[in-house]
């Protein structure tokens, strides 16, 4: 890897990868905060901020922040995560300067005026009635209050209209100075890149960034419950996901369970879509998916199906979970193995892939991780590990429900429960 990294007297660091023959850059900012970061009176203000950051500084309108980067072929955007916050662009070599510039201006001196305020607030209104029009957005939304009951990490991003509405400029002034730290903050360059000259423009343009938060506030620990959610809407299909306890990203499992969502559904050739989808046709979609947080991390299957199919399809989506924690063939660890080795390698063609790769690994890990590093962890996973993994995932942690759509249908949370319990493996392998 050509990555280097140098942390500023400020504790902000800054990592660049160079990436021969290219001419353009992706850089940004990548903010250790997130939605969980909020208090109760918060929810959403954390998406409401990186809106904001867009809608004018002490030096820039909104308009010319748009129209500069414009006007250089260039792009920027944000997004916020339950972790995390990125701000990001996309430019040529030479216009490097000036996308530091810009990112610096906008998390600096974003002047949070009341009138683009109230403007944004009805933007988000709408965002937030788009989501909830669309069903495979409520189902996860759902899945995730479901799975953390009441606490910030199952709270949806965007928050509800009552919360957005609520936020004052003084508000989001106070989420920002508590969580826009040089200590939490990372700015990450990847592609047509020297990193000692991005290294003196980051140190000069972010100087007014603070160093740290002086106070005591936490964000609350993360305790996965499990939990039920179903909504009946007139839709043409059921979406669907059942979920468990997955891994932190710090967990000895965390890796094997990347690898058993790609054996259960990752993939045209996963057990999911073959016996689901190919077999028995009960559905479009279906797939198996692990993501983890710094504290917890969820394990889920994903479908989408018509109500008269939906009968079938549960009990058979548990017999492949009850099947995989029996036996998992070594060329199925082998595949999905190649598969996430060559996501990797693509990767490492697209500076924006990188930038956000490296990002990851150095909020999560505080170090850039090498290629061979991550196929080493994988190497060592078996057949065995795996079978017990999903044993422990699949029969030992609350499960999680949640299904947007026509569920009249849908089985009940304690007849899937029964069906993953001792009781229930022991019927299937009698019948």
């Not at 495979?136 to 509800?160: C, E, M, N, W």
């Not at 990752?266 to 190919?278: A, H, I, N």
């Not at 060592?380 to 795996?386: D, E, F, G, Q």
Request: hydrophobic share 40%; charged share 25%; proline share 4%.
């Amino acid at each position: 890897m050509n990555v280097e990294c140098t942390r500023l007297p400020s504790g902000l660091t800054v990592v660049t990868e160079k990436m021969p023959h290219l001419e353009s850059v992706a850089l940004g900012v990548w903010i250790k905060s997130g939605s969980r970061d909020e208090t109760a009176s918060e929810h959403g203000i954390a998406h409401l901020l990186e809106h904001m950051a867009f809608k004018g500084t002490s030096r820039r309108s909104a308009r010319q922040i748009a129209e500069e980067i414009e006007n250089v072929g260039g792009e920027v955007n944000a997004a916020t995560s339950t972790e995390t916050t990125s701000y990001y662009a996309r430019v040529l070599k030479d216009d490097v300067p000036l996308a530091i510039d810009i990112l610096a201006d906008i998390l600096t001196n974003s002047l949070l005026d009341e009138t683009e305020l109230h403007r944004e607030k009805h933007v988000i209104l709408q965002e937030i009635g788009a989501a909830m029009d669309t069903p495979d957005d409520v189902v996860f939304d759902k899945f995730s209050s479901a799975a953390y009951h009441d606490q910030p990490i199952g709270r949806s991003i965007l928050g509800t209209p009552e919360s957005v509405q609520s936020f004052t400029p003084q508000q989001i002034r106070d989420y920002l100075n508590r969580n826009y730290t040089a200590d939490k903050m990372i700015v990450v360059a990847a592609g047509a890149v020297e990193h000692d000259v991005i290294v003196r423009q980051v140190e000069e343009q972010f100087a007014g960034v603070p160093t740290t938060y002086s106070g005591d506030f936490k964000s609350a620990p993360a305790h996965y419950s499990g939990g039920e959610y179903r909504e009946k809407r007139d839709l043409m299909d059921v979406q669907l996901l059942i979920g468990f306890e997955g891994r932190a990203y710090h967990a000895r499992d965390f890796y094997a369970s990347q690898i058993l969502a790609n054996v259960l559904g990752g993939g045209m050739s996963s057990r999911l879509f073959q016996e689901v989808r190919e077999h028995r046709g009960l559905c479009y979609s279906v797939y198996a998916m692990h993501w983890g947080f710094s504290d917890s991390g969820v394990f889920a299957i994903h479908a989408a199906t018509g109500q008269d199919d939906i009968p079938e399809l549960v009990p058979v989506i548990l017999e492949e979970l009850r099947k995989v924690a029996n036996h998992i063939d070594t060329s199925e660890i082998d595949r999905a193995r190649t598969q996430i080795r060559a996501g990797l390698l693509m990767a490492q063609e697209s500076p924006a892939a990188r930038a956000s790769q490296i990002a990851r690994q150095m909020l999560l890990y505080g170090r850039p991780i090498p290629n061979e590093e991550l196929m080493e962890r994988l190497s060592k996973i078996t057949s065995k590990r795996l079978v017990d993994l999903s044993g422990r995932l699949f029969f030992d942690t609350p499960i999680t429900l949640s299904a947007v759509g026509p569920v009249n249908n849908l089985i009940s949370l304690d007849e899937v429960e029964t069906s993953l319990s001792v009781n229930g493996m022991l019927q299937a392998a009698t019948s």
